[in-house]
């Protein structure tokens, strides 16, 4: 690997819903998030970005909030 390395924790706005039915997650960028990855995050970074992706749920109800971690690569499209 050439260049630098290291992490940066980013805070990605959007709207996350959740499909009981389908158990899925859904996460739905906001545009100025849309912009900055789209835009100036490549701009600076050689592709692919390996990401680190944490996604805290709330508590609903009688049920407890949980955490989903994943890594993932990102790449432009």
């Known amino acids: 690997m050439v260049g630098a390395s290291g992490f940066q924790p ?6 996350v819903s959740l499909d009981a039915d389908e158990a899925v997650v859904r ?4 545009e100025f998030t849309r ?3 789209g835009q100036q995050l490549f701009a600076v970074l050689a592709e692919p970005v390996r ?3 944490v996604l805290w749920l709330p508590s609903v109800g ?8 994943t890594r993932f690569w990102l790449c432009a499209g």
Do not use: F, K, Q, Y
Request: with cysteine.
């Open 62 to 69: 009688e049920m407890p909030g949980t955490g989903l971690r």
């Open 51 to 53: 990401c680190h992706l």
């Open 35 to 37: 912009a900055v990855v």
């Open 10 to 15: 980013i805070a990605l706005d959007g709207t």
């Open 27 to 30: 996460w739905l960028p906001t």
